[in-house]
C-alpha cells in the first residue's frame, strides 16, 4: 500500500508540476486507440513465456494546462502467457476490460512522457491445454491494478503513438490454501486518431476580395 500511495503521490505533483498561463485556447478531445500487447507475468510462477496480442477501445483527452493533458481510456486488452508442462505449451488467455488513467507531460507540440494508474477486471480466462472450468477462472483474481509508464508521440492531425509499459502491484491468483503471487507484465505499442472538433480544426484565414 505504501509503494501505491508513493505513485500516487507522483502523479499527482507530475499533474501540478507545471501549470503555465497561456490565451491559446485548449479543447477535450475524444478518439480510438488500438495495438499489440507483449503480456507475461511475473513472481512465482516460473518456466512463463509472453504472448503477443492485441489491445483496442476508447480515448479522451483533457487538456489540465498547454503542457498537461490526462488521457483517460477504456480498453479491451487480451493478455495472458504460455506455461510448458509436461512438455505441452499450455496458452493462458486474461481477458480484461480497463480503465487507464494517463497524465501527459509534453515537450513541445508532438512529444509526451506518460505515467498514471491502470485499473482492470477480468473478462475471462481460458487455457489451451484442458477445457476450461470454473475453478480455472476462480483462481485469478477479478480485479487488477497496475502503474503505466511510457511516452507518446502526437501529430497535429491528431494521430498518435505510444509506447507503454503496465506495472502490476496487485496479485491476479486467488488460490485457497496457496500463497502464490504473481503480477502483470504488460508492453504495448499503440497507434490512435484523437478527432478534432469544430472548435479547434485548424482555420484558414479570410481572403480579402
Do not use: C
Request: overall charge negative; cysteine-free.
Amino acid at each position: 500500500m505504501k509503494k501505491i500511495a508513493f505513485l500516487f503521490l507522483i502523479f499527482f505533483g507530475f499533474l501540478s508540476a507545471v501549470y503555465a498561463q497561456d490565451d491559446t485556447p485548449l479543447y477535450t478531445r475524444a478518439g480510438f486507440k488500438t495495438g499489440l500487447n507483449y503480456a507475461n507475468i511475473t513472481g512465482d510462477a516460473e518456466g512463463t513465456d509472453a504472448r503477443i496480442r492485441m489491445h483496442l477501445g476508447a480515448v479522451i483527452e483533457f487538456p489540465i494546462s498547454q503542457q498537461i493533458y490526462i488521457q483517460t481510456e477504456v480498453l479491451y486488452s487480451a493478455q495472458g502467457y504460455t506455461i510448458d508442462q509436461n512438455g505441452t505449451e499450455n496458452k493462458i488467455s486474461l481477458n480484461y476490460l480497463t480503465l487507464p488513467v494517463i497524465g501527459k507531460f509534453y515537450f513541445g507540440d508532438h512529444f509526451s512522457l506518460e505515467t498514471g494508474p491502470r485499473f482492470a477486471t477480468l473478462a475471462n480466462a481460458t487455457e489451451s491445454a484442458d477445457d476450461t472450468t470454473d475453478e480455472f477462472f476462480d483462481s485469478f483474481n477479478n480485479f487488477d491494478f497496475g502503474w503505466v509508464v511510457g511516452a507518446g508521440y502526437k501529430f497535429e492531425s491528431g494521430l498518435f503513438f505510444q509506447l507503454h509499459y503496465n506495472i502490476g502491484l496487485s496479485n491476479i491468483n486467488d488460490i485457497d490454501g496457496l500463497d502464490i503471487t504473481n503480477n502483470t507484465a504488460l508492453g504495448q505499442l499503440s497507434v490512435g486518431y484523437l478527432f478534432k472538433t469544430k472548435n479547434n480544426r485548424r482555420q484558414e484565414p479570410a481572403v480579402d476580395q
